[in-house]
Nanobody
Framework: QVQLVESGGGLVQAGGSLRLACAAS????????MGWFRQAPGEEREFVAT????????YYADSVKGRFTISRDNAKNTVYLQMNSLKPEDTAIYYC???????????????????WGQGTQVTVSA
């Protein structure tokens, strides 16, 4: 099992930016897909973005495409989510997740991921 710790959440005005970070420990990082999900109050957990073990292989939810960028630094065992042009509807708890096994092709389902962080709150004011 890998341990994941998110950071970087906070309160920002609409149109602003935040960068979330997720530090991983407990097992080799570079050959695992990673992802970000979010959950707003009263809503289901929603896929945001994933980056496979090849850093150029990324996929985004339509709602964030063109505004958010997922990236990874394997030397630091860290995955990032750069969020620009934030909207009030982006308000949620954001969770980092690690793929269920090495070289597993992570998709958009929570079932593709085997380890989760505790979440970090992102609040976007109008």
């Amino acid at each position: 099992q890998v341990q994941l710790v998110e950071s970087g959440g906070g309160l920002v005005q609409a149109g602003g930016s935040l960068r979330l970070a997720c530090a991983a420990s407990g097992r080799p990082f570079s050959n695992y897909g990673m992802g970000w999900f979010r959950q707003a109050p009263g809503e289901e957990r929603e896929f945001v973005a994933t980056i496979r073990w090849s850093a150029g292989d990324t996929y985004y939810a339509d709602s964030v495409k063109g505004r958010f960028t997922i990236s990874r630094d394997n030397a630091k065992n860290t995955v990032y989510l750069q969020m620009n042009s934030l909207k009030p509807e982006d308000t949620a708890i954001y969770y980092c997740a690690a793929g269920r096994s090495a070289n597993y092709y992570t998709g958009v389902s929570p079932a593709d991921f085997g380890s989760w962080g505790q979440g970090t709150q992102v609040t976007v004011s109008a």
